[in-house]
């Protein structure tokens, strides 16, 4: 077991070594000179080229990509060009907000979705069932910052339910310690006993992770479905029944635990692809994340936190992915490496 | 008229732990209305073994089905009376079913390989079957669930309790079906669909003699369903014979072997290689033909298209019951006026 | 019979007979794929007629005009912030939503098959380089790389279309490659090898035909993907640039809107949500049909 996590974990070097190459190479084929951008178009050609030169602009491009490379393995990012902050701390700070938006989202996607997943094909054909897998398609068909807009619409502005960004109420005067901000309400309530910022961060995530999550539930619910109903087909199904079993026993307990090993699969990708996406909707609901900051460092051409933003996450993307195989065999009672 | 006042004596009713009366079991699919159960009837007494012989698709495991009641969609129980032990099983409410299912009547399958629920342990899977039917506790559902698996011969039974059903061979997931078909205070009939069938020769030889033990000593029914007449002469009492969801001869196991009289009998048991007509000769004889087509059905004997005594009359109409013997009728226009010697 | 009877008999028998057409009796029975096809058809009939359905010029503005309700000036669907008419914007977009499906999905489906089928077939070296490289590319969530791409080329539609493209090819690639490898040591392939066929002409003309239905499903859903990620990229800043109608980038100014002009946030999005049904309605379907088949 363990050679086997140990062998896909070496494969992932080389994958991560690409993943550095080409975000690299694609920076360097960007137009314009990052040098004069920084210093601004009234900048002089010697100011320019002294730049270059301390910044290592002047070398071959593979000397560059050398020492790009033995500063990232010490997790160096450079400095962000607006900030003059260190990218890397940039990112660590925005991190939390993104994964909390993450997870709540996934928790989210993953209750609803797998009730319908199993309601749908423990009745299939009845009009719930077309009901519910219709509904999922168009779940997937929705774009999801269109998605958002209209549950703020609805919600935030009409009814007046729900903020209409941000992480915490404004007027809350509030020091994060560990900057999930659910977590930190929690813990604030064991030291004063209030609610009030628990309470507040929870109203204000609840939009973004409906929004964030309704695609991953639409697929998720399907998953689930066909999963379900290809276990239900199975001999061992009817071996069930035949002892006497309440039908509740038979779908919840036997089927659902067969059907479940796919949808996890599903589950963890999804959430993969929550932590790399939710730029879309980290933009309309204010949230202060990683997407969010990640984009304004493409509008505003920010090469080391393009450079440093994109590879953390391609990085996490992938070790998601591969915890979620590893997850899979060691569930899966059938394979034992 | 039922069926159940016939040639047997008036005594032996009480006897009976099953009676089946004209059961109707139809498949309604996208090309038509398949018949697969079409008016048969059959009892099967206390403590003895029933088998129910006849090619795949006969409608015999539909049968079996329909006792349990585990016809799903597009298949429906149209008509008839099951009687277990006095009571019609297709007028229960679906709780009581489940009451039943298991507890009084179970069922063992053909595939061992898939029909155990591969993500839990054999253990559980028994002890399940404990905990739906009686109020007891697991540590004490758990040490009969060993016992059991002791009983249909697995050894060291208290450390394959916790395997999974994929560490144990076919055979064994076999016995431990049989543990399940067992796990219950009061067994009353036990349902065998083809359960040798998927194994090996020597295994399926242990297993038809663990099946004759265990109902001698916990004084079970059997209904044991197969194309192979082979098993049937080992383990059957009484002999039930279907062709395309119609019983077409219903004999005593001595009767059937001896005295065969319909034609496809014959020719069931002319495919069994073990025969004494073969002695000497080196060629089996098959019956010529095939299987027809369940939803292009004449109105007549189905075997018609097969059978070389075929007259006309044979596929106008479907032969009525004849009785000709204790406890032997066959439905075959010609009976007892064929000589298949 | 006369021959003309004979004729149309055989005619009738070998249409009959074609798989084509008993793949079609199949789709047909399934409801939503032809609710998805009606789709379809409508989408391509607004996307070319759409100088014959706009009621306005889509980027002409009329600034004393703007945020009007539906139905108030003239505007079917109402104005947007420029005075521009809603309908006829939307109307547009259509066109461009179809032109950018069909480059994106051409950009993918010929690199993708083409990368599949060297994969796949000649194998070895060749197979692992690939195979990599797709990995690698499939380690970005999608949407991520082809920000990146199009950062790294500068916004603009054309950009757009080919980082969208460049980020299809993996899925093609992948379907064509494990369809070559199934079919590379069937009984045909040797026949017509040992009849003198070329490499060349065993890939495209005999094992290619063979893996069309998958790629078919997936060229289908790739529009839904297209209209999708162009409409994301759109709404960022990094696809198409205004004054283009495009459905994403009507949306992108529409935040501020949301509590004033609610039918500049919701129609274009509508427009999005039923295209893309479409697509996915019937590539479903499709696949329903196409790959049970495969199973059997």
Same mark, same amino acid.
């Given at each position: 077991m363990t050679k086997y996590i140990l062998k896909r974990l070496l494969l992932l070097i080389p994958t991560i070594l690409g993943i550095i190459t080409i975000v690299f190479f694609m920076m360097s084929l960007a137009p314009g000179d990052p040098a004069r951008l920084a210093l #601004?178009? %009234?900048?002089?050609p010697e100011a320019v080229a002294e730049l270059r030169h301390e910044w290592g602009l002047d070398q071959p491009l593979t000397t560059q990509y050398l020492v790009y490379l033995k500063h990232v393995t010490a997790l160096d990012f450079g400095?962000?060009?607006?900030?003059?902050?260190?990218v890397i701390s940039e990112i660590l700070a925005r991190f939390p907000a993104t994964i909390e938006l993450s997870i709540v989202a996934i928790i989210i996607s993953t209750v609803f979705g797998i009730l319908a997943g199993v309601i749908s094909a423990s009745k299939q054909y009845s009009a719930l069932d077309y009901g519910a897998m219709f509904g999922a398609l168009v779940g997937v068909s929705m774009p999801v910052f269109w998605l958002a807009l209209i549950l703020i619409m609805v919600?935030?502005?009409?009814?007046?339910?729900?903020?209409?960004?941000?992480?915490? #109420?404004? %007027?809350l005067i509030f020091s994060p310690i560990t900057h999930f901000y659910l977590l930190d309400g929690l813990i604030y309530f064991f030291r004063t006993g209030s609610m009030k910022y628990f309470l507040s961060a929870l109203h204000h995530i609840i939009l973004p992770a409906i929004a964030l999550g309704t695609v991953p539930l639409a697929i998720i619910a399907r998953v689930t479905r066909s999963s379900m109903l290809e276990v239900l087909r199975q001999d061992y199904i009817r071996t069930a029944r035949s002892k006497g079993l309440a039908e509740r026993v038979v779908i919840y307990k036997h089927a659902l635990k067969n059907a479940f090993l796919p949808v996890i699969t599903v589950i963890g990708i999804e959430f993969g692809f929550n932590l790399a996406g939710a730029v879309l909707t980290e933009e309309i609901f204010s949230w202060p994340g990683l997407g969010r900051w990640l984009f304004s460092a493409m509008n505003a051409r920010d090469i080391p936190a393009i450079q440093g933003g994109v590879m953390v996450i391609a990085i996490v993307f992938v070790v998601i992915n591969l915890a979620v195989d590893v997850l899979y065999t060691l569930l899966n009672p059938k394979i034992r490496y | 008229m039922s069926e159940a006042i016939d040639v047997n004596v008036a005594g032996r009713k009480t006897n009976t732990v099953l009676q089946m009366e004209n059961l109707r079991t139809f498949f309604y699919t996208q090309k038509g209305v398949v018949k697969?159960?079409?008016d048969v009837s059959l009892r099967i007494e206390k403590g003895k073994t029933l088998a129910l012989v006849g090619e795949?698709?006969?409608g015999k495991s539909v049968t079996s089905l329909s006792i349990m009641r585990l016809i799903s969609k597009p298949g429906r129980i149209e008509s008839g009376r099951i009687l277990f032990e006095g009571e019609d099983?297709?007028?229960?409410s679906d709780r009581r079913m489940r009451s039943i299912r298991g507890n009084r009547i179970s069922m063992i399958f053909q595939e061992p390989m898939t029909s155990?629920?591969?993500?839990?342990?054999v253990g559980e899977q028994i002890v399940e079957v404990f905990l739906t039917h009686e109020k007891i506790k697991k540590s004490e559902a758990y040490e009969r669930a060993v016992e059991l698996l002791k009983m249909v011969g697995i050894p060291a039974p208290e450390k394959r309790i916790?395997?999974?059903?994929?560490?144990?061979s076919g055979g064994m997931r076999q016995r431990v079906m049989i543990a399940m078909a067992l796990a219950s205070p009061d067994p009353g009939l036990m349902i065998a669909d083809?359960?040798?069938?998927?194994?090996d020769v020597t295994i399926q030889a242990q297993i038809l003699q663990l099946m004759n033990e265990l109902q001698q000593r916990v004084k079970m029914s059997l209904l044991l369903i197969t194309h192979d007449m082979g098993v049937v002469a080992e383990t059957a009492d009484h002999v039930v014979v279907m062709y395309a969801g119609k019983k077409v001869e219903e004999a005593d196991i001595n009767d059937i072997f001896?005295?065969?009289?319909h034609p496809y009998t014959v020719g069931l048991l002319n495919?069994?290689?073990?025969?004494?007509?073969y002695r000497g000769r080196d060629r089996l004889e098959a019956i010529p033909g095939v299987v027809p087509n369940l939803l292009k059905?004449?109105?007549?004997?189905?075997?018609e298209n097969r059978c070389?005594?075929?007259?006309d009359i044979c596929r106008r109409e479907f032969p009525e019951r004849r009785v000709i013997g204790e406890n032997h009728e066959v439905y075959c226009h010609f009976a007892d006026q064929l000589d298949f010697s | 019979m006369s021959t003309i009877e004979q004729t149309a008999d055989t005619r009738q028998s070998r249409l009959e007979n074609s798989l084509l057409y008993e793949n079609w009796l199949l789709l047909r029975k399934n409801k939503s794929a032809m609710l998805g096809l009606f789709i379809i058809v409508i989408f391509i009939l607004v996307a070319v007629f759409a100088p014959l359905l706009a009621?306005?010029?889509?980027i002409a503005q009329n600034i004393d005009l703007r945020?009007?309700?539906?139905?108030?000036?003239?505007y079917i669907l109402g104005s947007d912030d420029f005075g521009r008419d809603l309908y006829s914007r939307i109307i547009y977009g259509a066109r461009i939503s179809l032109m950018i499906g069909t480059i994106t999905v051409s950009i993918g489906l010929v690199f993708g098959v083409f990368l599949g089928l060297i994969a796949g077939y000649y194998g070895g070296v060749f197979d692992i380089l690939i195979m990599r490289l797709i990995d690698i590319m499939l380690a970005f969530p999608y949407i991520l790389l082809a920000l990146v791409i199009v950062a790294t080329l500068g916004p603009s539609l054309r950009n757009a279309m080919i980082a969208i493209g460049i980020v299809g090819i993996p899925r093609y690639a992948r379907i064509v490659r494990s369809s070559v490898l199934a079919e590379k040591e069937s009984d045909y392939i040797i026949v017509e090898r040992s009849l003198g066929a070329s490499n060349f002409e065993l890939m495209f003309k005999s094992i290619l035909p063979n893996c069309l239905s998958p790629i078919i499903v997936q060229a289908t859903l790739g529009y839904a993907g297209a209209i999708l990620s162009s409409a994301a990229l759109s709404f960022l800043g990094m696809g198409t640039q205004p004054p283009t109608p495009e459905w994403g980038l009507m949306l992108s100014s529409a935040k501020q809107f949301?509590?004033?002009?609610w039918w500049v946030v919701t129609f274009p999005g509508v427009a999005i949500l039923i295209s893309v049904l479409g697509f996915n309605l019937f590539g479903d379907g499709l696949r329903d049909v196409l790959d049970p088949r495969l199973k059997e």
């Open positions: #601004g178009a %009234r900048a002089t400095k962000s060009l607006k900030t003059q902050e260190p919600f935030s502005v009409n009814l007046n339910l729900f903020p209409t960004g941000g992480r915490m #109420g404004i %007027r | 697969a159960v079409n795949s698709g006969c099983l297709l007028a229960y155990l629920n591969p993500v839990f342990r916790t395997s999974y059903p994929h560490e144990l083809e359960p040798t069938t998927a194994l001896e005295h065969p009289q495919s069994i290689p073990a025969n004494e007509k059905l004449h109105n007549g004997c189905p075997f070389v005594y075929a007259r | 009621t306005h010029d889509p945020l009007s309700r539906p139905m108030e000036n003239g949301v509590a004033s002009a």
